[in-house]
């Protein structure tokens, strides 16, 4: 949030000199003697950044009044991001149409949450109805975002009035109205706001929900503020003296907590698509198919899509067939709703999708699991998140591109951090092995800036390990969450039950290896040919080490129970978890003899995470413990 605000004052002072169509006087002046009759470029630009920057600032009291469609409590965090793409994606031009062009496309690829994509749809639709000019007038202008209306209501699947639809509709039919009457941009933006407040607070008589808790709709307010933040803007008396104003958050957090409406679909899910094979009403019949809330906006050339629903996988599973799937984007609206009002604890605990542990385990301590990223050639997936492991696996026998994983981007945990931040008194994040993926550094920068804007401990943990070895640390973790630890106390711990954290995978088949390129093709003949099966475990820093090899599933599973042998006499084994890549029964036998050895049973018994399998193979099993 800080860094948007700033970084739009820093480009606002740089370029001073480029506005030529506004004269900055006082109220009865700008009303009475200076008009601005044309607009160019980057006009718009600033224009969009000062209503961004509102948003930017009030974004944790949009999220505090969001109760419809579900009470996620994320759209002032979804209409930032939204905001941010723009703010770090485009420069100012000359053109109005080049910058609205921009503004569009920046917006469509960045956008989140179903207000989000209709604010980007909606800036789309502005863009595909502006005519190729360099400057236009407030005609124009009002033509363009009349045209535009039935964007945002054809791109919606179920249109609802009292919403965000109907106050970018009011707004837009009263600047229409208008444009015949006044040709001066400052004054009918000014003297729209009482139109677009009063929508606003109709918002409350339309929808059950929101008179049921006397709020507006979320939505609807944040478009409000970024026509408020335009419009400070054009009234502002001197650009430099806007340009220095405090950028600091908002921060109107109320003790008082409202569940609003229920929520029938645990998941907010978005992707872009590209080179669409068939048209929108046939997608949104697709995204209905399985859930609501589905939103389709955008061309066929790049097209963003919205929807709420249960059966994540499922759905882009059909979907590849219909397009390419470049990116996706996944919220879990139960665990957004249990941080806002059922939350647990005061400490948010946050793991990536390496983290091997059972669903039940991962709900009931209330984890947030931010899924790493997943390439079948050019479809983008969430592992473990929008491919469940039996798909996985299916695609790695029959696809002919080798999957390929990409590390959590800092945007993501950025995102991720400020809700939680919002809501929690600190965050502790523990991730996979920074030896195998930069995901660990990229939210260790994300949990910086976000630590310093909300003033609370945000701490984020190399755990050296992966898999069932960091399921049973995140699971530590929890337990010490559970027991009232202090942040400091659990930062300690941690450090320990790294330390006493082990996995042993057995391979099957060192086929995916050499495919995935960590054994070259060469050794990986020569092995499969003698019938070689490795058993691999994690040194201290945290790097994969080769600790035996035998020729059968049965020899290997021997040799690695004499290594928690050798442990469990260091120390008793406090909890473990046996993991496998389709093959059930070789979990069995290892459950069967840890439990001879412990008399405890495994605390999970779980499908070993796709962006481990791609590698481990089909066949691999594993067991993790974690030592007193």
Request: hydrophobic fraction near 40%; charge should be positive.
């Amino acid at each position: 949030m800080r860094k948007g605000c700033n970084y739009f004052c820093f480009k606002l002072i740089c370029h001073l000199n480029v506005i030529k169509y506004i004269n900055f006087k006082t109220n009865d002046q700008l009303m009475n003697e200076t008009h601005t009759l044309e607009i160019d470029g980057r006009f718009l630009y600033y224009a969009f950044l000062a209503g961004g920057r509102k948003i930017l600032q009030n974004q944790v009291e949009i999220n505090r009044i969001n109760v419809f469609p579900v009470a996620d409590k994320d759209t002032g965090t979804n209409l930032a991001s939204t905001i941010r793409s723009v703010i770090d994606n485009i420069k100012p031009h000359k053109s109005y149409k080049t910058t609205v062009n921009n503004i569009a496309e920046a917006a469509l690829m960045g956008a989140r949450g179903n207000s989000g994509v209709i604010f980007a749809q909606f800036l789309y639709g502005i863009s595909q109805e502006t005519i190729n000019k360099s400057v236009i007038s407030l005609a124009e202008f009002a033509d363009s975002i009349k045209k535009s209306i039935p964007y945002i209501y054809e791109a919606v699947a179920n249109p609802m009035e009292g919403t965000m639809l109907t106050v970018i509709r009011d707004w837009s039919d009263y600047i229409f109205s208008r444009k015949s009457i006044i040709h001066d941009f400052k004054r009918v933006l000014i003297e729209s706001f009482e139109i677009i407040e009063k929508s606003l607070i109709e918002t409350k008589s339309k929808l059950a929900v929101l008179k049921q808790f006397n709020f507006v709709d979320a939505g609807a307010k944040g478009f409000v503020l970024f026509i408020e933040g335009i419009i400070e803007f054009v009234r502002s008396h001197s650009i430099r003296k806007f340009a220095v104003q405090p950028t600091e958050a908002i921060m109107m957090i109320h003790s008082e907590v409202h569940a609003g409406a229920g929520i029938n679909f645990r998941f907010c899910a978005e992707a872009i698509l590209q080179n669409v094979k068939i048209d929108k009403n046939e997608l949104k019949a697709i995204l209905l198919k399985y859930g609501d809330s589905g939103v389709v906006a955008g061309s066929k050339n790049l097209c963003r899509i919205h929807v709420h629903t249960n059966q994540l996988a499922e759905l882009f599973n059909e979907l590849k067939d219909y397009g390419t799937i470049t990116f996706q984007k996944v919220d879990d609206m139960v665990r957004q709703n249990e941080a806002a009002s059922k939350k647990k604890w005061n400490i948010a605990l946050v793991t990536d999708s390496t983290c091997d542990l059972s669903q039940e385990l991962i709900d009931n301590y209330q984890i947030n699991v931010v899924p790493i990223n997943l390439n079948f050639g050019d479809n983008h997936y969430l592992d473990k998140v929008t491919i469940k492991p039996e798909q996985f696996y299916g695609l790695l026998a029959t696809s002919p591109d080798f999957p390929k994983t990409s590390q959590i981007n800092e945007r993501t945990f950025t995102n991720l951090y400020s809700h939680l931040a919002s809501h929690y008194d600190a965050v502790i994040s523990l991730h996979l092995s920074g030896q195998f993926s930069g995901t660990f550094q990229n939210s260790v920068k994300a949990a910086k800036k976000i630590s310093e804007e909300f003033k609370k401990p945000v701490i984020t943990i190399d755990s050296k390990n992966l898999s069932g070895a960091l399921g049973l640390i995140v699971l530590r973790t929890a337990q010490a969450i559970e027991a009232g630890w202090s942040v400091g106390a659990i930062e300690e711990g941690i450090k320990t039950w790294i330390v006493n954290s082990n996995i042993f995978v057995t391979v099957k088949t060192l086929k995916y290896l050499v495919k995935g390129g960590r054994v070259s093709r060469q050794k990986g003949f020569i092995a499969n040919l003698l019938g070689v099966r490795p058993i691999v475990s994690m040194d201290k820093n945290g790097k994969s080490v080769l600790i035996g090899k035998t020729y059968s599933q049965d020899s290997n599973i021997n040799k690695v129970m004499k290594h928690v042998e050798i442990l469990g006499n260091t120390k008793p084994i406090r909890d473990y978890i046996v993991l496998h890549a389709q093959n059930p029964a070789g979990a069995d036998i290892y459950t069967e003899k840890m439990f001879k050895l412990t008399g405890k049973l495994p605390v999970s018994i779980v499908d070993i995470s796709p962006v481990i399998g791609m590698n481990a193979g089909v066949g691999a099993i594993a067991v993790s413990l974690m030592l007193e």
